[in-house]
């Protein structure tokens, strides 16, 4: 059932800056369903931004603790991990089917999306986070690998299977989710990540592609995606091309 948002509803994203991250599938939802958020970390330093920021919210934000960010406040309701806060924002503004049965196949798609991103995650960094890509390297190369000749074929087979069950024109049928918008953002750091690896497998998925071109289409997305709030792919976040990762 949808939940109405109220006129004072105030979202507060924390998430940390200069990367687009996990924190980006949050800023597509948001994007898309035309609500204001205040994106906290990228605001200036002396306005209370920057990595600071999110420790402060990390450490004393009420409710449950964050294990780790994004995080998204709304009055004193805060809520963490990114498919959870995907799943919370599209039911309240309709990017979420109205049933029981259709909601959890939602978030099913959208923990599917997350086991994708820890995945490409972990090609770049395969021992450790606490380490630099740089010391290990050679267990990061067997590590993609295996993700671009096993792994990558397999998540994207997935979501082209789930479109040929739903017919389209979106994953679960004739109306645009939560899960979609993410989908779109996974597609597009592995094309940054992986060019050649992401050409080589999607040219089996059709349907995929169109999938992506659909929801960059739509009007709000393709105007936050063509605007300075967007921001790039970097080697800093999850999604790092690194080309020893990725040869011909």
């Given at each position: 059932?949808?939940?109405p948002?109220?006129?004072?509803?105030?979202?507060?994203?924390?998430?940390?800056?200069?990367?687009?991250g996990?924190?980006?599938?949050?800023?597509?939802?948001?994007?898309?369903?035309?609500?204001?958020?205040?994106?906290?970390?990228?605001?200036?330093?002396?306005?209370?931004?920057?990595?600071?920021?999110?420790?402060?919210?990390?450490?004393?934000?009420?409710?449950?603790?964050a294990?780790?960010?994004?995080?998204?406040?709304?009055?004193?309701?805060?809520?963490?991990?990114?498919?959870?806060?995907?799943r919370?924002?599209?039911?309240?503004?309709d990017?979420?089917?109205?049933?029981?049965?259709?909601?959890?196949?939602?978030?099913?798609?959208?923990?599917?999306?997350?086991?994708?991103?820890?995945?490409?995650?972990?090609?770049h960094?395969p021992?450790?986070?606490?380490?630099?890509?740089?010391?290990?390297?050679?267990?990061?190369?067997?590590?993609?690998?295996?993700?671009?000749d096993?792994?990558?074929?397999?998540f994207?087979?997935?979501?082209?299977?789930?479109?040929?069950?739903?017919?389209?024109?979106?994953?679960?049928?004739?109306?645009?989710?939560?899960?979609?918008l993410?989908?779109?953002?996974?597609?597009?750091?592995?094309?940054?990540?992986?060019?050649?690896?992401?050409?080589?497998?999607?040219?089996?998925?059709?349907?995929?592609?169109?999938?992506?071109?659909?929801?960059?289409?739509?009007?709000?997305?393709?105007?936050?995606?063509?605007?300075?709030?967007r921001?790039?792919?970097?080697?800093?976040?999850?999604?790092?091309?690194?080309?020893?990762?990725?040869?011909?």
């Amino acid at each position: 059932m949808h939940t109405p948002s109220s006129a004072a509803d105030h979202y507060e994203l924390y998430y940390w800056p200069g990367i687009p991250g996990r924190g980006e599938f949050v800023r597509l939802v948001c994007e898309d369903a035309g609500v204001p958020y205040l994106d906290v970390a990228r605001r200036p330093v002396e306005d209370g931004g920057g990595e600071q920021a999110v420790v402060r919210a990390l450490e004393s934000l009420p409710g449950l603790p964050a294990f780790a960010p994004p995080i998204l406040r709304v009055g004193e309701l805060v809520i963490a991990q990114t498919a959870n806060i995907c799943r919370f924002l599209g039911e309240r503004h309709d990017l979420a089917p109205g049933t029981d049965g259709g909601r959890a196949e939602a978030m099913q798609l959208q923990l599917t999306v997350t086991d994708l991103v820890a995945e490409v995650h972990d090609t770049h960094h395969p021992i450790a986070v606490s380490q630099y890509y740089e010391d290990q390297k050679p267990a990061a190369k067997l590590r993609a690998a295996a993700f671009r000749d096993e792994r990558l074929p397999k998540f994207l087979g997935y979501f082209e299977r789930v479109l040929q069950r739903s017919g389209g024109p979106w994953l679960l049928g004739d109306a645009c989710c939560h899960a979609d918008l993410s989908v779109l953002q996974a597609l597009l750091g592995l094309a940054y990540a992986f060019p050649r690896a992401f050409a080589r497998a999607s040219a089996a998925t059709p349907k995929l592609l169109g999938l992506r071109d659909r929801v960059a289409a739509r009007p709000r997305i393709a105007a936050y995606l063509a605007s300075p709030r967007r921001q790039a792919f970097n080697e800093y976040g999850i999604f790092r091309h690194y080309p020893e990762l990725d040869p011909a």
